[in-house]
């Protein structure tokens, strides 16, 4: 059989989560509009007929602007070395600049077996795929591009097949009943946090981080979860609190109908708003908040 550890990589916001989830067919990471949504290697696995795929989702490449975002960036480019191949997701709808070669050259041009996943496709004219492909070999990048959508699910399939095929012959990495890295409160406190992604705007969504207290499955089936929302400003506490709590309990309801479809139990959430100044600055902080 074939097997192989695939790192996925691109800039933020490229679409890299929303791809592995629809590779894997769980949801094992969570996506949202904004960037920066994804803040650790995700694991995710992916078992066919005779092969094994396991993906490694990435924080995207991003400026730095903090220590946070640069331990991302360290938890990326770990993630890109020792591995059997490198899936670079690329936004095909925002087109292809020089900066996106560049990039791409980085990650596609070294020793480890590379391809380019150039994604939603749906959203832009299908006349332009063909033109930004040949722009791409004409600057050099020699790997096999692949326009993908992965919210159509168009060319997933091919996808899937041609990577099995470029795996080395091996033996299965990780046992069968395992499709990913993570615990379950790992995906509870990022489903929190996905949630407030989607509600929230300009800096207060990239200023939290959620800590769960509490993650117990009870006898009668039903889970008591309790979490902490860490922001950094007193300010950023009143927004997400809202008017008499409005906006808090909004996140929350939306958060726990996702973690009981999860889960596949109730669940019974209680959730605590704090503020730690700048914490996004702190390194002890951040190892405490973000499981890195
Ligand atoms: N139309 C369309 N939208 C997509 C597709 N793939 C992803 N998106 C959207 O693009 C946005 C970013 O998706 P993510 O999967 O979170 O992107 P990411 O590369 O993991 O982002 P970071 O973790 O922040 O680096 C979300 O709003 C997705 O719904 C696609 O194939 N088509
Ligand atoms: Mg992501």
């Known amino acids: ?27 094992i990471a969570i996506v949202s509009p904004k960037p920066q949504t994804t803040r650790n290697a995700i694991m995710g696995v992916l078992n066919g007929e005779n092969y094994q795929l396991v993906f490694v989702d990435t924080p995207g490449l991003y400026k730095s602007a903090n220590k946070l975002t640069d331990i991302m960036m360290k938890a990326t480019d770990d993630a890109s070395k020792d591995v059997d191949f490198i899936l670079y997701v690329h936004d095909g709808h925002g087109g292809v600049s020089n900066t996106d070669v560049a990039l791409m050259k980085k990650y596609v041009s070294g020793k480890i077996p590379a391809a380019i996943a150039y994604t939603k496709t749906d959203i832009m004219p299908k006349e332009r795929i063909a033109g930004d492909v040949k722009f791409l070999y004409e600057n050099g990048i020699q790997v096999d591009i692949f326009p993908v959508s992965a919210r159509k699910g168009t060319n997933i399939k091919k996808l899937k097949n041609y990577l099995a095929e470029a795996m080395p012959e091996g033996e299965k990495i ?15 406190a990022e489903i ?17 981080a959620v800590v ?41 309801s939306f958060a726990r109908q996702d973690m009981e479809k999860f889960l596949g139990g109730k669940v019974f959430l209680t959730t605590y708003v704090r503020v730690e100044e700048d914490w996004r600055n702190k390194t002890g902080l951040i190892k405490d908040l973000v499981i890195l």
């Open 212 to 252: 769960v207290n509490r993650f117990a499955p009870g006898e009668n089936g039903v889970y008591d979860i309790n979490l902490d929302i860490v922001c950094e400003k007193p300010n950023h506490k009143a927004i997400l609190i809202g008017k008499g709590g409005r906006a808090i309990k909004e996140v929350s």
């Open 174 to 188: 990780i046992a069968d009943d395992i499709i990913s890295d993570k615990s379950q409160k790992f995906m509870v």
């Open 1 to 27: 059989m074939k097997s192989g550890i695939i790192a996925v990589i691109g800039r933020a916001n490229a679409g890299k989560s929303t791809l592995v989830n629809v590779l894997v067919g769980e949801k």
């Open 192 to 208: 929190m946090r996905e949630k407030i992604l989607l509600k929230f705007n300009d800096e207060v969504p990239h200023g939290i």
